[in-house]
């Protein structure tokens, strides 16, 4: 039965990798079935811990208590992750590692069977383990390593981490530390942080001997292993070092100007020794020589750097570095996104994926840039400066390595010229895969953001051929006569109006522009009635509700927050606010029955193992309503055509809903009460109202469209009360009957 098994996971993992087209990417999902961590409700989870805690002997009441409360926490947290989206299972690169780990753990079959391993979508060089026995691998670590081996050394030091029980240690040893007990009495508050510091590089340091010990129980080859250090430390930088030409961006006409082009790139500096005082993990330096000095004396001949397959670790590693790609366009790193893409790009020039982030990638730069002319005469935030909500500088003199070379580039671009950019790529791609529908709106996308940002005319382009190459004068002689340089600098003033050389020829190219500089006629002659009819409008929701008139909703996500002010610890109450959740479940489930409005659940505790395609579309509305809150109200399309499309063909509608409860009991006023003391005649009046608890409720909800990508229905609402069930019933009520009934007119 176990090579029957182990014959299934090989077969189906090639199956997956062969059947990945890079031309023509698609991004990894996850596939049934849906393994029972991410459908276990997080209370059975705990209650399951707590059942190891009860046959352990030796502990002191504190220790249990310490245990029950780590165990409660970390049930509820890994859950978090679990249920974000983010979480692979069953992939191509997630039963890889799987494989890696099989053989890694091959002569160990018990210690294989309580671990379960997870890929995430981060792109973050990083994985880690659980209590419960789950192993994380990010694909930005994935998009790093040389190679399997590696690979094998990361998983083994996680797994060193879960056998020598670092996760309940480390917390207990915490506690023991800020309660100033034992060794920790009497430290200042400084020192006790060290002092947890220190604690946290021994468990590191242990799991990378015990995990070395573990590596070396496998066939895995010893040869090199500690390069892997190496790739960890320099795990900040993009996964290769290409040296990068502008042309990618540029077309035959359209080049950017001398001035525009960094003539040589900062090198790539070697990295000093790191003080890791203040730090959790020692650093890598002293990582390695650790394993060096232990591989000494363990160093054994043999072994194979690859177990599983060269080929399936080169396809894996790939396909973690597509994502990585878009994993840097989510978190709006647009520099970093296109850099990757141009790396890829040299194996894969024909890919669309690549070429869809990189477009994509420009129009939200574009929309960024303008943001304020087209958006909002209020601008929230510059994109050129720096913010703690959008990393957006491109400040280039401390960039290292080649991807310096665009950085300086879009540090010399205006506004302007940022969107006469994304416009220019955007239709290259667009007339190089015509049949594609998402390089089609690409296009239509950036061109309506040009018109929109205040280009009404494009008489400024040429459809003339450009005769001056910025590189070609670069390796000319610097001898230059007058007129020569007047050209020259002639030429680098007015290069963009070469930018649609090509695209001026196309009636569709004129058509669209045309039309979209009309809307943006049209939009700001009728601002001023827009206002007008919003704000009629708002009146009529304060009066009588949204009344949207929808027959069918899907419901995301529902969450439900028990929080007590009044306690000392664990304020969050994670069990009342399961119970709570469930019971807000079965709630929305009777009322929209009693308003006959039908509703799909793809709410992961709803589903079944064989849901995977439904936790799929959990994923991908979760991530979009995300991607909303980060732009906010920049207008960046988030989901392509063909991804509403199917959506809608698939539950029979464009709404989704994600709603729920904050329930918070404060504690009582006691400043209230002191000021009162000093006018007794006062105190009776107010004394039940100091000493009772104070409960408030957060209700909101919220009713996306996916077609239009817009908000619908938004519910906020601050109740002086406790969550009790005429409370939930009434609002709940509220916002579905405002979903159900259609406006009267």
Avoid at 204 to 227: H, P, R
């Amino acid at each position: 039965m176990k090579h029957f098994y182990c014959y299934v996971i090989c077969l189906l993992t090639s199956t997956l990798l062969s059947a990945q087209n890079f031309d023509n990417y698609q991004s990894i999902k996850s596939v049934n079935p849906i393994p029972s961590d991410f459908l276990t409700l997080s209370s059975t989870k705990y209650q399951n811990s707590l059942q190891q805690t009860d046959t352990e002997t030796g502990n002191t009441r504190k220790e249990k208590k310490y245990k029950k409360d780590f165990y409660l926490t970390s049930s509820f947290i890994l859950d978090e992750l679990l249920l974000s989206g983010r979480v692979l299972f069953n992939d191509s690169v997630t039963l890889y590692v799987n494989q890696v780990a099989d053989k890694l753990l091959q002569k160990q079959p018990d210690l294989r069977k309580k671990l379960r391993f997870y890929t995430v979508k981060s792109k973050v060089a990083n994985a880690f383990a659980t209590d419960a026995g789950i192993v994380f691998v990010n694909l930005g670590l994935l998009a790093q390593l040389d190679n399997e081996a590696q690979l094998a050394f990361i998983l083994s030091h996680e797994i060193s981490h879960y056998t020598k029980k670092h996760s309940i240690t480390g917390y207990l040893e915490s506690q023991k530390i800020y309660s100033g007990r034992g060794d920790y009495r009497g430290l200042s508050v400084d020192d006790k942080f060290l002092a947890k510091m220190k604690y946290s590089k021994d468990m590191e340091t242990e799991a990378d001997i015990e995990g070395l010990s573990l590596y070396l129980k496998s066939d895995y080859a010893t040869q090199n292993l500690t390069d892997v250090f190496e790739v960890l430390k320099y795990s900040d930088l993009p996964f290769e070092d290409l040296e990068c030409k502008l042309a990618f961006l540029e077309t035959k006409d359209y080049r950017f100007p001398q001035s525009y082009r960094l003539t040589s790139v900062k090198p790539i500096s070697l990295k000093k020794e790191e003080d890791d005082t203040e730090s959790s993990h020692p650093n890598t330096d002293k990582r390695k020589e650790t394993i060096v000095d232990k591989l000494r004396t363990n160093t054994r001949e043999g072994g194979k750097v690859y177990l599983v397959s060269e080929k399936a670790f080169q396809k894996v590693r790939q396909i973690a570095r597509f994502e990585v790609c878009d994993l840097y366009l989510r978190s709006l790193d647009y520099v970093n996104a296109i850099y990757s893409c141009y790396i890829l790009l040299q194996e894969y020039p024909n890919s669309t994926y690549l070429h869809k982030v990189i477009s994509s990638s420009l129009i939200q730069m574009a929309k960024y840039a303008n943001y304020g002319t087209n958006s909002s005469k209020n601008t929230r935030y510059s994109y050129r400066k720096s913010s703690d909500d959008i990393p957006t500088s491109y400040k280039y003199e401390d960039i290292e390595g080649a991807s310096q070379r665009l950085y300086y580039l879009f540090s010399k671009l205006s506004n302007e010229e940022m969107t006469i950019l994304a416009v220019s790529y955007t239709w290259k791609i667009r007339n190089k895969f015509p049949q594609d529908r998402q390089i089609k709106e690409l296009g239509e996308i950036a061109l309506q953001e040009l018109a929109f940002s205040g280009t009404s005319s494009l008489g400024k382009f040429t459809t003339d051929s450009n005769i001056y190459d910025p590189e070609a004068d670069t390796a000319q002689a610097p001898q230059k006569s007058k007129i020569e340089l007047i050209k020259k600098l002639e030429s680098e003033r007015t290069y963009e109006k070469y930018a649609f050389a090509e695209y001026l020829k196309e009636k569709e190219f004129t058509d669209l522009f045309s039309k979209y500089v009309d809307e943006k006629k049209e939009k700001d002659k009728n601002a001023d009635r827009r206002r007008r009819d919003l704000a009629s409008y708002r009146k009529y929701l304060k009066k009588r509700g949204a009344s949207l008139g929808i027959d069918k909703v899907v419901i995301v996500n529902t969450e439900y927050y028990q929080i007590d002010d009044r306690k000392k610890k664990q304020k969050l109450r994670l069990l009342e606010s399961e119970q709570k959740n469930q019971d807000f479940n079965d709630r929305i489930k009777n009322i929209t029955t009693q308003l006959g409005l039908q509703t799909q659940w793809i709410e992961p505790r709803t589903l079944n193992s064989s849901d995977a395609d439904k936790f799929n579309d959990y994923a991908l509305i979760k991530d979009w309503i995300s991607k909303m809150s980060i732009h906010d109200n920049i207008d960046v399309p988030l989901l392509t055509k063909e991804q509403k499309e199917t959506f809608i063909a698939k539950y029979g509608t464009p709404y989704v809903c994600w709603t729920g409860v904050f329930s918070l009991r404060d504690s009582p006023p006691w400043p209230k009460m002191f000021w009162a003391l000093g006018a007794p005649y006062l105190l009776p009046g107010i004394a039940w109202e100091a000493f009772a608890p104070h409960p408030e409720v957060l209700y909101f909800a919220t009713v996306f469209n996916v077609e239009d990508e817009k908000v619908y229905l938004a519910e906020y609402r601050i109740l002086s009360s406790k969550d009790a069930g005429y409370v939930l019933n009434a609002n709940i009520y509220n916002t579905f009957n405002q979903v159900k009934h259609k406006r009267k007119k």
